[in-house]
């Protein structure tokens, strides 16, 4: 009699907890970021469970774990599920764990059952996805989809170690998960993740199927005036670079979003020099986050803000630089595997909606050499790179039974 694939709901919940354990904080969050002794631990215990199945392990030299288990066909490339188990400083046990202990859940229900899958699976554990202690972000999977990992060796991070040390450090914690190459073709990618945002919850939905990751970009922004004396320089003799910023900034604030949903603009550092509380400041920088879908709303975005900054500081008799610091295009996900992953919503009879992921994860790179889509379940308040972070156990199990239902359709082409 062949067993049908379910996830154990409370095994994956356990493992959670055992994982959360790792780095925790004392708010309930966790602290285990990229290269870390924390993250070694992380990926020692993934390991060892992994191992304990009988599932082979690799690691390649970016330090991405991979948990293989075998097809029946070997011809095929492998369908690879997961996610990260980095975290930011104080950040939250869901984020990244959830999808990589659900895949490795998926995994095992299959071993459980006995099932087959044409495809081999790999579950991916992603090397410092969160970027809080090394930059870039994401490292694991651009190395993965082609990125030249040297480019980052002479990195140090914000704690002032260095990235190649550290993770040469990583690397040789695991001698168990044999090395490999970066980088190996793949027939496909899904990632469950949290949504990171208030929708799902708010619409009593417990299922997101993410269509495409919308594009990033960064600008740094600074405008020049003159420093003056805040009592004796009137209105007439001023160049003053921090009226025509918040001038500037609040222009964008009642242009860019409000007509255009899909829009986001945030400021989110601003410094003024010489910071003096009696002092006309000399320059004001400020950073502008701009995201959209589309890349031509993207640059028209880009383009308003350039003229907007540049107005604001000709009005103050200013002057305005404004540089690109990050450019991440979007990405749409494969039309068929984004069926595949609505499919299995609809086999189990879970209500679910199309979305935009706002955040860029590991499928935005995936998506650019292989089939990939995502799955979201709500996290509460929408709150996620918080130690409040938390999603429902119910939400949980049922994103890891959507994930174990569209790995086996994926891996099982007809």
Same mark, same amino acid.
């Given at each position: 009699?062949?067993?049908?694939?379910?996830?154990?709901?409370?095994?994956?919940?356990?493992?959670?907890?055992?994982?959360?354990?790792?780095?925790?904080?004392?708010?309930?969050?966790?602290?285990?970021?990229?290269?870390?002794?924390?993250?070694?631990?992380?990926?020692?215990?993934?390991?060892?469970?992994?191992?304990?199945?009988?599932?082979?392990?690799?690691?390649?030299?970016?330090?991405?774990?991979?948990?293989?288990?075998?097809?029946?066909?070997?011809?095929?490339?492998?369908?690879?599920?997961?996610?990260?188990?980095?975290?930011?400083?104080?950040?939250?046990?869901?984020?990244?764990?959830?999808?990589?202990?659900?895949?490795?859940?998926? &995994? +095992? %229900?299959?071993?459980? @059952?006995?099932? /087959?899958? !044409?495809?081999?699976?790999?579950?991916?554990?992603? $090397?410092?996805?969160?970027?809080?202690?090394?930059?870039?972000?994401?490292?694991?999977?651009?190395?993965?989809?082609?990125?030249?990992?040297?480019?980052?060796?002479?990195?140090?991070?914000?704690?002032?170690?260095?990235?190649?040390?550290? &993770? +040469? %450090?990583?690397?040789? @914690?695991?001698? /168990?998960? !044999?090395?490999?190459?970066?980088?190996?073709?793949? $027939?496909?990618?899904?990632?469950?993740?949290?949504?990171?945002?208030?929708?799902?919850?708010?619409?009593?939905?417990?299922?997101?199927?993410?269509?495409?990751?919308?594009?990033?970009?960064?600008?740094?922004?600074?405008?020049?005036?003159?420093?003056?004396?805040?009592?004796?320089?009137?209105?007439?003799?001023?160049?003053?670079?921090?009226?025509?910023?918040?001038?500037?900034?609040?222009?964008?604030?009642?242009?860019?979003?409000?007509?255009?949903?899909?829009?986001?603009?945030?400021?989110?550092?601003?410094?003024?020099?010489?910071?003096?509380?009696?002092?006309?400041?000399?320059?004001?920088?400020?950073?502008?986050?701009?995201?959209?879908?589309?890349?031509?709303?993207?640059?028209?975005?880009?383009?308003?803000?350039?003229?907007?900054?540049?107005?604001?500081?000709?009005?103050?008799?200013?002057?305005?630089?404004?540089?690109?610091?990050?450019?991440?295009?979007?990405?749409?996900?494969?039309?068929?595997?984004?069926?595949?992953?609505?499919?299995?919503?609809?086999?189990?009879?879970?209500?679910?909606?199309?979305?935009?992921?706002?955040?860029?994860?590991?499928?935005?790179?995936?998506?650019?050499?292989?089939?990939?889509?995502?799955?979201?379940?709500?996290?509460?308040?929408?709150?996620?790179?918080?130690?409040?972070?938390?999603?429902?156990?119910?939400?949980?199990?049922?994103?890891?039974?959507?994930?174990?239902?569209?790995?086996?359709?994926?891996?099982?082409?007809?």
């Amino acid at each position: 009699m062949t067993l049908v694939p379910e996830i154990d709901g409370e095994r994956l919940l356990a493992r959670l907890d055992a994982f959360a354990r790792i780095g925790a904080t004392p708010a309930g969050g966790v602290n285990r970021q990229a290269f870390s002794v924390e993250d070694r631990g992380a990926r020692r215990l993934l390991a060892k469970l992994a191992m304990e199945r009988g599932f082979a392990v690799f690691q390649d030299g970016i330090a991405n774990l991979f948990v293989r288990r075998e097809g029946t066909d070997a011809t095929l490339p492998p369908l690879l599920i997961g996610s990260h188990l980095d975290s930011q400083p104080t950040g939250g046990r869901f984020d990244g764990a959830l999808g990589t202990l659900a895949a490795f859940e998926a &995994l +095992e %229900a299959l071993e459980d @059952a006995k099932a /087959e899958t !044409a495809m081999p699976i790999e579950v991916v554990a992603w $090397s410092n996805e969160e970027g809080s202690r090394f930059a870039p972000g994401v490292m694991g999977s651009m190395a993965f989809t082609g990125s030249d990992p040297a480019a980052w060796k002479s990195s140090v991070g914000a704690d002032g170690a260095s990235l190649a040390t550290e &993770l +040469e %450090a990583t690397i040789a @914690a695991l001698p /168990e998960a !044999a090395l490999r190459p970066i980088g190996k073709p793949i $027939s496909g990618y899904i990632e469950l993740h949290i949504e990171q945002g208030p929708s799902l919850e708010k619409e009593r939905l417990p299922i997101g199927v993410v269509t495409g990751v919308q594009g990033t970009r960064w600008l740094e922004v600074s405008i020049e005036g003159t420093a003056g004396h805040a009592g004796t320089t009137g209105l007439a003799y001023r160049r003053d670079p921090m009226v025509a910023a918040v001038a500037a900034m609040h222009r964008l604030q009642t242009t860019i979003m409000p007509p255009d949903s899909s829009a986001r603009l945030t400021v989110g550092r601003i410094a003024a020099k010489p910071g003096s509380i009696n002092a006309i400041p000399q320059s004001v920088a400020f950073t502008v986050d701009i995201r959209h879908p589309r890349m031509e709303r993207l640059d028209a975005i880009e383009a308003e803000l350039r003229q907007v900054c540049g107005a604001e500081a000709e009005t103050q008799h200013c002057t305005a630089t404004i540089k690109r610091s990050f450019d991440m295009p979007g990405a749409a996900f494969s039309p068929n595997m984004v069926k595949i992953v609505e499919a299995a919503a609809s086999s189990l009879g879970l209500p679910h909606k199309q979305m935009i992921s706002g955040a860029f994860h590991d499928a935005l790179f995936l998506a650019r050499v292989a089939p990939a889509a995502m799955i979201f379940v709500p996290c509460r308040d929408g709150l996620s790179h918080n130690e409040a972070e938390y999603v429902e156990p119910a939400y949980a199990v049922t994103g890891a039974r959507v994930l174990l239902q569209a790995a086996i359709a994926a891996a099982s082409p007809r």
